[in-house]
């Protein structure tokens, strides 16, 4: 009888896909695997039968550290949430190689994943030199077994553990990627004390029912009953081929965003299963998507219009972002907010400045203007053709050595000495009336 409810299930979920490629010939669709929805896909979650010192269907992986002293591992009898065992991590102060316990699934793309576990915690404190992973995570792979979306760890994780907790169910949900074919899920405790887990959960749920409208480069979705306003999408598009144009942008079409636009925070916690935060907006990187409830954005569609070409210092671009926007919020001109810092003192050398959290430490206030001004004054002085070669160029660059490198093979000098030109420039600098 299950099996025969599980392969309804299958063919249930095949078919709820398959409706959606709305258009598409018959031999142009993706094979999608045969996973039953709204069902625990995880083999032995509670851990009950064991190979050795690994519980079946699990494999313990190297995840982090090259050193020869590796956090432990094992079945415990006594701290069990439910059945007879459960799995532990335990890190050491001086723990320099790092295992994890992991299983893989197939996925359905488009899909919703629930990923959860029971977890217990004993001592558990950060060390010098020790990552803050303490929970479960989700990672996605491509039909050739390729993470989906290297930029970030983990695609998914649950709240990092801390301290000693009691038995408590922690879990999240994520939109499985259009590439995705399968999904690793980890148990991970990368710091010290004792971490326990049980009762691992993994399901595919029935995707949200979303309506699509085509563009050339944004494809736009929203809820039945409950479509953009009037003239929005219009008013979007026509400022996503300005940025394109303005950028001298050649999106490819894996390049397209996905605007996804809900028609209320609620709304949004109720499918997302998490609240959107103060901004009303949350973008998935790597996955070139966008979730909000505002029927126009202008600062993130930049971000994400750019993502294909890189990750680069995060105070370029943010001057990407402000060179297309042309004035700060409120239409304050970015260039007289630079000069004022400048005279006050305030603004550091932009090569202090280099990661998100030097700029967050410096305060946001502060650095992002003096970003924002710097980018637009090369884009103004020497074109957009050679600050958008920097900005391809520095993709994943953080210290000013190596940023200094690729700054003087765009622009023929260093980085530094640009920074200065700039500053006496701006100290000049009167806007035109």
Known sequence: MMKRMLALAAATAIAAYSAGCGGKKEEERKPVPAVPLNVNLVENPSFETWDGAVPKGWTLEHFEGDGSKSNLFGRSGTEKRSGSFSFYLRGAFDSDRWMVLAQRQPVIPGHRLWFAAEMKSKDLKRNRGQADRANIYV?????????????????????????????????????????????????????????????????????????????????????????????????????????????????????????????????????????????????????????????????????????????????LAEGAVFYVLGSWEGGVNIHMMAKDLLIEKRLPALFRVMTQKAMDDAGMSITVPGWASFSMWLVERHGVDKFMKLYADSNEIEEPGPFNARFKNVYGKDFDEMDREWRLWVLRYQPKI
């Not at 409950?226 to 999106?251: C, M, N, S």
Request: proline share 7%; net charge negative.
């Open 139 to 315: 990672r996605f792979y491509d039909k050739n077994g390729t993470r989906v979306n290297e930029r970030y760890w983990a695609d998914g994780w649950t709240r990092v553990l801390f301290g000693t907790l009691d038995w408590r169910k922690m879990g999240k949900r994520v939109d499985v990627p259009k590439e995705a074919r399968t999904v690793e899920i980890g148990l991970i405790c990368q710091i010290t004390g004792w971490l326990y887990f049980d009762d691992v959960e993994l399901w595919l749920e029935e995707p949200v029912p979303w309506r699509k409208i085509e563009t050339k480069h944004v494809d736009y979705y929203y809820l039945e009953g409950d479509p953009f306003p009037a003239g929005a999408i219009d008013r979007q598009t026509k400022f996503v081929e300005a940025t394109v144009r303005k950028l001298k942008l050649d999106p490819k079409d894996d390049d397209k965003v996905s605007y996804y636009f809900y028609p209320s925070d609620e709304k949004f916690q109720e499918i997302r299963g998490f609240r959107i935060g103060p901004d009303h907006s949350r973008v998935n990187p790597g996955a070139h998507e966008i979730h909000t409830t505002k029927a126009y954005e202008d600062h993130q569609m930049i971000h994400l219009l750019l993502e294909p070409l890189g990750y680069p210092p995060f105070g």
